[in-house]
């Protein structure tokens, strides 16, 4: 197995072919005087825009949760009549969207001759399969998608576009004619969502305790600290490789991802209605949603590492919701390869292990990288204590939070 974990120095570098998503018309732009984030706000929060005129975009990223799912179930609903599920976990809007990387770009002549594997790990875009390059294009798919707000047609969300008490300010923000041709309507919507996520600071408030600590006004309790140091010690847990914990450079602060991705295995979880096909499997980055990678084995099951801001607070993890507590995420991680009998199911008595792959594909996953080294039957590298006080740091990342006394 070859790890696509390395090489964070040239995050901004990634495979080389580009994704293939519907186009969507560029809106023309807008005054940037806040009216645009304010009508995207408008629209996020309108589930007229539904076929079923139950569901908007915070029906799912619920601004109450971290722009996250606003319960436990590993996924949501939709559909015309609100009940065909989804295929995987919903994953949080907060922070990201203002620093993802797109997943292609151009390099200089002769530069790709340079690099080497580890340079070329896949890295950016948006959704759990890195997918989308614009928050236009991700913002777009849900409102299409069959087992989501399930509309027909561009048409028809510019239709209830049309018919919402907002209609007019689009006319003041984009001119008279604004609501005249089908796809300038629709792509005027997505790019006012765009500019609502990337303006409103309730997608990026730094308000957690490890905000407050790294400004050096609050401090970590023992415990807090005695997690924060088994999270970054790369013998061990070894999650701050993936989920950077430190100030850039420029003393921004962290969003606990690299944004690459990352085969885990995670356990096939017979809760999604698509896995009572044996046949079925969600392979990431090479299929069955995403398509213009599927050619490329190696990147089979791998799918983006998550920001870790709110994690705490999260009722559903990994990208098929197969756990819904943190602590159980958390001892899946560790003892995966300890104990593999408690996490994978048995076929006539043997432990499938990393059951939610083909057979063949299996070796992407990683086992190079600590803690996915051990063996059946090897201590694992947190114990249950342990794995509490990584909980407890992890809590300082939940937004929110209030000195004491305060």
């Known amino acids: 197995m070859r790890s696509f974990r390395i090489g964070h120095a040239m995050a901004a570098l990634t495979l080389g072919a580009a994704i293939v998503v519907s186009p969507c018309p560029q809106a023309a732009p807008a005054a940037d005087d806040g009216r645009l984030a304010a009508l995207g706000k408008l629209i996020f929060m309108d ?16 601004p109450e949760h971290a722009y996250g799912p606003p319960d436990g179930k590993a996924v949501q609903l939709g559909g015309p009549n ?6 995987r976990a919903v994953p949080s809007l907060r922070y990201v969207l203002n620093r993802t990387p797109i997943w292609y770009q151009e390099h200089p002549a002769g530069l790709l001759d340079r690099l080497t594997d580890k340079d070329l790990s896949p890295v950016g ?5 890195g997918r989308f390059d614009t928050l236009e294009a991700q913002a777009a798919f849900p409102l299409l998608a069959p087992n989501e707000m399930a509309n027909k047609d561009r048409g028809a ?45 309730s997608f990026h408030p730094y308000t957690s305790k490890y905000d407050l600590y790294l400004d050096g006004k609050a401090k970590l309790t023992a415990r807090e600290r005695r997690g924060k140091a088994l ?17 850039g450079a420029d003393g921004s602060h962290p969003l606990f991802t690299d944004y690459q991705f990352e085969a885990l295995a995670v356990p096939r979880n017979a809760e999604l209605q698509q896995n009572a096909d044996p046949n079925y499997y969600d392979l990431g980055l090479c299929g069955p949603v995403r398509t213009d990678q599927a050619d490329n084995k190696l990147l ?32 899946f991680y560790v003892e995966r390869d300890t104990a593999p ?51 407890a740091f992890l809590k300082t990342l939940d937004d929110g939070y209030r000195q004491p006394g305060s």
């Open 231 to 247: 999270f970054d010690d790369p013998d061990k847990g070894n999650c701050a490789s993936c989920h950077q914990d430190g100030k």
């Open 47 to 62: 589930p007229s825009l539904s076929a079923s005129g139950k569901l908007s975009c915070a029906t799912c990223h619920s």
């Open 157 to 201: 969300v510019a239709a209830a576009l049309r018919a919402a008490p907002y209609a007019d300010q689009f006319k003041a923000v984009f001119g008279d004619d604004a609501l005249a041709d089908a796809d300038k309507l629709f792509a005027a919507a997505m790019s006012a969502i765009a500019a609502f996520e990337l303006e409103d600071p």
């Open 300 to 331: 089979c099951g791998l799918f983006k590492t998550p920001t870790l801001r709110n994690i705490a607070s999260r009722g559903v993890f990994f990208h098929n919701g197969r756990f819904h507590t943190l602590k159980e995420a958390l001892k």
């Open 341 to 391: 009998q408690k996490w994978y199911r048995s076929v006539n008595g043997t432990v499938e292990t990393f059951d939610d792959l083909p057979a063949a594909l299996r070796g992407n996953v990683d086992t190079i990288d600590p803690p996915l080294t051990l063996k059946k039957g090897d201590k694992p590298f947190w114990t249950d204590a342990q794995i509490d006080d990584v909980i």
């Open 82 to 87: 609100v009940d065909r599920p989804g295929a």
């Open 125 to 129: 875009g948006f959704g759990w399969d």
